[in-house]
């Protein structure tokens, strides 16, 4: 909420939070008759993983702390035509540079700011002059990047694995704090249920999809988790499990997923990762060829099956499936 807008734009009395027709509260004008809200809706900002002669540029604004440098960005102004233009347009504003819009890559909330984050990748051409809100740029081969769990960093980061490069893991101590977690490799983890306001962590730390196996009438579920999780610009599948009958469909059902899911970075959850532990040990074992001794390492550092689910985990061993 952006606490500095303090007046009604329209009648210039003082705003005071309330409830309007949906949640959360919002700041509005306390005057029936005017009945102005400030919605605080987020800004768009557009980025450019600018490519110039095999290398992508990095930036410093002069605002910035020294070695702190970015992607070149900049506020979607009225006048552009879209975003696209929009970008070239600060490409040459802040570079010199002409350049083309090569591809799209994404949109990334940045909710510290309430922007969404609109990025590009460009290529350009011609001989770099700074705007006069750079002080210094650098120019990185594409597999030397290292991008940064924030919203230019995610899209710096997802353009990397679309060239098949592999970036180093963010060490984000943030989704440290979900419970139960467990890093599988470096595209797959488990854990218990996240808060809402976690799944920005499960995106700064790099996943790309969330698959939640926890019925949504549980007493941990999010409400409305799938919301939460789109916002954060990650795609969601719910697979509920019953926790006193898991089932083979079940099991069918979550292979399918996590085949149709390869090659994204998946985030697995249920409660308390015992659900999740033992589908993704069978997972493993009968869909990966991973060694039982090996993906049972995972499976009993968060907890012992009991009968119901040591029950089913055989079955499903002698079923291949």
Known sequence: ?????????????????????????????????????????????????????????????????????????????????????????????????????????????????????????????????????????????????????????????DWMIRRGLTPQPFENEAVKAIPQLRVIDDRLATAGQPSAEQFWAVRSAGYQTVINLLPADSQWAVADEAAAVEAQGLRYHHLPVVWEAPTADDFARFGALMQAEAGRRVFVHCAVNKRVSAFVFLYRVLRLGVAREVAERDLLAVWQPDEVWSRFIEERLRAGG
Not at 85 to 90: A, I, K, T, W
Not at 109 to 119: D, E, K, L, T, V
């Open 1 to 157: 909420m952006n606490q500095t807008f303090k007046f009604c734009p329209r009648c210039t009395k003082p705003l005071a939070m309330g409830e309007v027709d949906q949640p959360p509260p919002r700041l509005r004008c306390p005057d029936s008759n005017c009945g102005f809200v400030h919605w605080d809706n987020p800004v768009p900002v557009v980025a450019a993983v600018v490519e110039h002669e095999g290398q992508v540029i990095l930036a410093r604004n002069r605002m910035w702390p020294p070695k702190m440098f970015a992607l070149i960005t900049g506020f979607l102004e009225k006048d552009d035509p879209d975003p696209a233009s929009g970008v070239l347009r600060e490409v040459e504003e802040e570079l010199g540079l002409k350049g083309r819009v090569a591809e799209f890559i994404g949109h990334y909330p940045f909710q510290r700011m309430n922007q969404i984050i609109i990025a590009y990748h460009v290529v350009a051409a011609g001989e770099i002059v700074l705007g006069e809100e750079l002080v210094e740029y650098k120019k990185v081969a594409p597999e030397q990047l290292r991008p940064w769990p924030a919203a230019t960093g995610l899209a710096l980061r």
